[in-house]
């Protein structure tokens, strides 16, 4: 079982940063791949990013591709997402997503835990 709180969301103007974290409890940190993933409005939730268990490996979206950065810390059992030059379209909630055994995945029904979620607003 693994348990998982986002934070660092918050309001943002256009063109900011924002860094989102997301603590893990259990032992077995380490034995997961992780993402996020985000919600916005009235719309189906979005593959944002994953990362494999060791952090060797990492996915992400197009649309997020050369803004946002994934990354771990399996001593502190914390996954991290990087938001750099935010724009408008990247308001929605994110959460982070636990996947055990595997190294990733863009697909929300192949991951097994799920934190409450953050939000990201960002003004224009």
């Known amino acids: 079982q693994v348990q998982l709180v986002e934070s660092g969301g918050g309001l943002v103007q256009a063109g900011g940063s924002l860094r989102l974290s997301c603590a893990a409890s259990?032992?077995?940190?380490?034995?997961?791949?992780m993402g996020w993933f985000r919600q916005a409005p009235g719309k189906e939730r979005k593959f944002v990013a994953a990362?494999?268990?060791?952090?060797?490996?990492?996915y992400y979206a197009d649309f997020v591709k050369g803004r946002f950065t994934i990354s771990r810390d399996n001593a502190k059992n914390t996954v991290y997402l990087q938001m750099n030059n935010l724009e408008p379209e990247d308001t929605a909630v994110y959460y982070c997503a636990a996947q055990f055994g595997r190294v990733g995945s863009y697909h929300d029904y192949e991951y097994d835990y799920w934190g409450q979620g953050t939000q990201v607003t960002v003004s224009s």
């Open positions: 259990g032992r077995t940190f380490s034995s997961y791949a």
């Open positions: 990362i494999s268990w060791s952090g060797g490996i990492t």
